[in-house]
């Protein structure tokens, strides 16, 4: 890793969105990063992990102070994809953050997410990611929000690229962060490990949700081991009733 590490910026709210020019912002204040961003040209919301197929897709360079930019005519995936080769950056990216998403993405709602298929299609490359998602409520949030929002986030981030210099990092997940409404006032908490799906609920109580995900949730794992055990019953009764 550089001196100065190489952070990526994609979302699934295009690239004129307010959650991502805040997010660029604050990372180019800190002076502490060269930024760059990929992301896609029109709002994409809810696409999942969707990816452009049988067409191709198109970048166009764009002014962003501070980051070096390209506008993507593609899905969140596509623009993690092309933004970690080396088509439009000379290098690969030391992180990759898909955000700052315009309303959450916890619980069964990461299915459907443009913002945590851009991180996921990251850690699919073998790159560190952070997905993040501030909970917009219509007539309570501001656009402000937004910059503390991604504020709020910088030490992970800074902890994160830490691990990842001194090769601590773990590489078979990547982060999924939701900030709540009021994040002007957010409840911190220690730490809180827990086999239950609380993210939803910790949102909702004011405190910022820090979730690692991976390929596989852990109640595809859970089902993995049954049907380990189930399949082989149902072929041998199978094979009894022949």
């Keep these: 890793m550089a001196a100065r590490p190489t952070i990526m910026v994609t979302n699934d709210d295009g690239i004129d969105a307010a959650g991502l020019r805040a997010l660029v912002r604050v990372l180019v204040a800190t002076d502490r990063y ?11 919301s809810a696409v999942s992990h969707g990816i452009s197929w049988r067409h191709p897709v198109s970048a166009k360079q764009v002014e962003i102070e501070g980051a070096k930019a390209f506008a993507v005519s593609g899905t969140p995936a596509d623009c993690a994809s092309l933004g970690a080769s080396d088509a439009l950056f000379p290098s690969i990216p030391d992180l ?26 990251a850690f699919f490359n073998g790159i560190p990611s952070i997905s993040m998602s501030y909970d917009w409520v219509a007539g309570m949030s501001t656009v402000e ?26 590489r078979r997940c ?33 405190y910022i949700s820090v979730t690692p995900l991976g390929a596989l949730s852990p109640a595809e794992v859970d089902c993995q081991t049954f049907f380990n055990d189930w399949l082989p019953g149902v072929l041998e009764r199978t094979s009894s009733a022949l």
């Design 34 to 44: 060269e930024v760059r961003v990929c992301a896609p040209d029109s709002e994409k």
């Design 174 to 206: 990547f982060l999924n962060i939701d900030l709540p409404t009021n994040i002007r006032s957010h409840k911190v908490i220690e730490h809180q490990i827990s086999e239950d799906d609380i993210d939803v609920q910790s949102l909702k109580e004011g």
């Design 96 to 121: 990759v953050l898909s955000g700052m998403n315009m309303g959450s993405n916890c619980g069964y709602h990461i299915v459907y997410s443009g913002t945590v298929a851009g991180a996921r299609e």
């Design 145 to 170: 929000d937004y910059t503390f929002a991604a504020e709020a986030c910088l030490p992970i981030i800074s902890a994160v690229l830490a691990d990842i210099k001194n090769q601590k990092y773990p």
